[in-house]
């Protein structure tokens, strides 16, 4: 899979917001481990509200 940033992070341990090859997101953030119920392989991270902001417009721009 390949990705692209969409979101300002200049290093790869900050959360951030990438859009694959495959015609997905991928999202990489703080894991949530609690108050969620998740399903077998999924897993929860938060993002700041600012960088969910910066994909937005990468992402409705059709790209």
Wanted: aromatic share 4%; glycine share 12%; net charge negative.
């Amino acid at each position: 899979m390949k990705l692209r940033k969409l979101t300002d992070c200049r290093i790869d341990e900050c959360p951030t917001v990438y859009l694959s090859d495959r015609g997905t997101v991928v999202f990489q953030g703080n894991t949530v481990t609690s108050g969620l119920r998740l399903g077998p392989g999924e897993q929860a991270v938060e993002l700041p509200l600012e960088v969910v902001r910066q994909a937005l417009p990468e992402l409705s721009g059709g790209n």
